[in-house]
Nanobody, 121 residues
Framework: QVQLVESGGGLVQPGGSLRLSCAASGSIYTINARGWYRQAPGKQRELVATITSGGITNYADSVKGRFTISSDNAKNMVYLQMNSLKPEDTAVYSC???????????????WGQGTQVTVSS
């Protein structure tokens, strides 16, 4: 069983900052990548940012230059620093982990419950 728990969401004014954290627990053999996705009301879930086990990052165009993803593999943590937040960043942000639970096992996606981020004055 792999569990992901997000924290750090909340209400922030436009232009403000928030830092999301995601803690992973459970039995995992190898992690290929971790990431953050978001889903706004009435919209499909979209990728925000990902980071591979080797530290390669990828960002949605809409957040480039404003958001930074990072990870602490020793602590099984991944973070999303969000600066210059805009009302259109309002969404439920979910943490994702893709990896194998045992050697030769399938690469599976695991998801957290999500944390609400609201950007409003």
């Amino acid at each position: 069983q792999v569990q992901l728990v997000e924290s750090g969401g909340g209400l922030v004014q436009p232009g403000g900052s928030l830092r999301l954290s995601c803690a992973a627990s459970g039995s995992i053999y190898t992690i290929n990548a971790r990431g953050w996705y978001r889903q706004a009301p009435g919209k499909q879930r979209e990728l925000v940012a990902t980071i591979t086990s080797g530290g390669i990052t990828n960002y949605a165009d809409s957040v480039k230059g404003r958001f930074t993803i990072s990870s602490d593999n020793a602590k099984n943590m991944v973070y999303l620093q969000m600066n210059s937040l805009k009302p259109e960043d309002t969404a439920v942000y979910s943490c994702n982990l893709r990896g194998r639970r045992w050697p030769g096992g399938a690469n599976l996606n695991y998801w957290g419950q999500g944390t609400q981020v609201t950007v409003s004055s």
